[in-house]
């Protein structure tokens, strides 16, 4: 079998019409109903492509994509959220969520897929992290070398001290100066 695709929709018909479409076209395909699910599914199934529905009880496919682009084991995966007109894709959330395309479903019809698009997309996103999964990783960076002190650590450092004369612009009365030597000497006894 080809690479695994992770399909996350609360809908049994959605699920079986997507999985028909893609196993038709050499794919692997898990299906659960929910984000939890699909969460919880994550490392057992190592999905190289997920599909998430952005209405799901539970954690919808705005949060599934968030928690797959926030996990550093994961974060490569793909995440294409699917819509319908019955549940409108936001698009500022589906941008803060990292989400890497979207597929619209048609609600109420046979066939809610185009299939060439949904066959495209995934394709796409397939070719997208097998890519990614053969690129040389980066290496992170060494960390810098320990800084070295050559100066004494343990001698406390000579603080320079002016010598500080008395204050007279405090004294309001003024100072009295006395010569040495004219000071008054008690008489011996």
């Known amino acids: 079998m080809g690479p695994t695709v992770l399909i996350a929709d609360d809908s049994p018909t959605i699920q079986s019409k997507a999985k028909g479409i893609l196993t038709g076209e050499g794919w692997e395909v898990v299906t659960v ?15 190289l492509v997920i599909l998430a529905d952005v209405s799901m009880p539970g954690k919808d496919g705005y ?8 996990s550093p084991d994961l974060r490569h995966v793909p995440v294409v959220l699917v819509f319908s007109d019955m549940e409108p894709y936001d698009a500022e959330r589906g941008a803060r969520a990292r989400a890497d395309g979207t597929i619209r479903k048609k609600s109420g019809v046979r066939d809610p897929f185009d299939h060439e698009e949904l066959i495209s ?6 070719a997208r992290a097998e ?13 810098p070398e320990p800084a070295i002190v050559i100066e004494p650590v343990d001698l406390e450092p000579e603080i320079a001290t002016k010598e500080v004369g008395p204050e007279f612009a405090a004294l309001s009365e ?11 000497v008690p008489a011996p006894a």
Not at 133 to 138: G, L, V
Not at 174 to 184: S, T, W
């Open 33 to 47: 109903s929910n984000g939890v699910a699909a969460i919880k599914k994550l490392s057992a199934v190592k999905p």
């Open 121 to 126: 997309t995934v394709a796409k996103c397939v």
């Open 131 to 143: 890519a990614a999964a053969a690129a040389p990783q980066a290496v992170p960076a060494p960390p």
């Open 63 to 70: 949060e599934v994509c968030e928690f797959v682009k926030n």
């Open 174 to 184: 003024g100072v009295a100066f006395v010569e040495p030597g004219l000071e008054e």
